[in-house]
């Protein structure tokens, strides 16, 4: 199917139908992300979604493939245009920074998107993650290795990204307790959220990943848990604040 940016149907019409229902900005995430923005007044979101992360301080303009995630955006969004990251419709040094957050993995052309970011911004701020720390989660150790597979297939290197953007640090994210934007590592201390359709279905891995394996990951996750073997292995995460899972803010430009 073709639609009318020209291209195939945005892969988000399909998986992002309750979207806003377990992804929502994570309020120390945001603080992060609004430190690296700096002074820049002016930011351009590329594949903006639902609106997470969008800062309410500062003139926005969301950039956004899929009508579904469109069609997500509250009513006090920024002004969101449909596009695709690799042809942005926006002339040259548009925007004090280009931010791009969860999203360069699903871009058909990375490099052409960061190109793109370099092209209409000054300052670029990408959140991204790195798919073997994500291995190291116990979810995806334990359950459901497939998913590091399916992640190594569609997702850039951290340095990879770093180069092409002209990154000038890169800065760890580290996942709370009390996580509130369903990352597939959100839930790593509440093991029984996984268990919940809604949940697995806001996480793109799980959502896109071999079917068969993840729901055989999920029985025996249910299996763990109501015996107690889960609790019984994993008793240390009781002593934990946050977990590293890999995820980064890449930033470039002044
Ligand atoms: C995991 S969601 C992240 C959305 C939002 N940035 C957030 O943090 O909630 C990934 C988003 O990337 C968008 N996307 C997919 N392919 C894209 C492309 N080629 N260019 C721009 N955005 C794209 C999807 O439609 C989806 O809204």
Do not use: K
């Not at 809604?198 to 068969?212: E, I, P, T, Y």
């Amino acid at each position: 199917m073709t639609d009318r940016i020209g291209a195939a149907e945005p892969v988000y019409d399909r998986i992002g139908r309750q979207y806003s229902a377990g992804r929502r900005t994570d309020p120390r995430w945001a603080a992060a992300i609004l430190e690296q923005l700096g002074p820049a007044r002016t930011v351009v979101n590329v594949g903006a979604g639902a609106g997470s992360y969008e800062p309410a301080d500062r003139r926005v303009i969301a950039v956004e493939p899929s009508s579904v995630m469109l069609g997500q955006r509250p009513a006090s969004a920024a002004p969101a245009v449909q596009a695709r990251a690799e042809q942005l419709p926006l002339g040259d040094d548009t925007a004090d920074a280009a931010l791009a957050v969860l999203t360069v993995h699903h871009w058909t052309d990375w490099r052409a998107g960061i190109a793109e970011m370099r092209r209409v911004a000054r300052r670029r701020v990408v959140l991204t993650y790195d798919p073997e720390l994500h291995a190291g989660f116990w979810l995806v150790r334990d359950y459901m290795p497939s998913v590091l597979d399916f992640e190594r297939r569609r997702m850039p290197g951290v340095d990879d990204v770093a180069t092409e953007l002209g990154a000038s640090r890169v800065v760890a994210l580290t996942v709370p307790r009390d996580m509130q934007d369903g990352v597939l590592p959100a839930f790593w201390c509440r093991p029984e959220a996984y268990l919940d359709p809604v949940v697995r279905a806001n996480n793109s891995a799980l959502a896109q990943g071999d079917h068969q394996a993840i729901d055989e990951g999920i029985r025996r996750l249910a299996a763990d848990l109501e015996s107690g073997a889960w609790a019984a292995r994993h008793a240390e995460l009781d002593l934990l604040d946050e977990i590293d899972a890999g995820f980064v803010l890449v930033v470039a430009g002044a």
